[in-house]
């Protein structure tokens, strides 16, 4: 996010201010549907956002 100059309330692919916070601080894994808009929206592979092992 900061690469790209982004508050965590221009994210709303991954959720509400809330939860954007807990995902950036590790309290909440970034979900198969979040990776996907994510993705989407940044024009890479929505594998990129997800852990090791996770797949969409």
Do not use: C, N, W, Y
């Amino acid at each position: 996010m900061e690469a790209q100059g982004l508050t965590q309330a221009q994210v709303p692919e991954v959720g509400v201010q809330p939860l954007v916070s807990a995902v950036l601080s590790g309290k909440r894994a970034i979900t198969p549907r979040m990776a996907m808009a994510l993705g989407r929206r940044f024009k890479i592979p929505p594998d990129a956002f997800l852990s090791q092992g996770g797949h969409v």
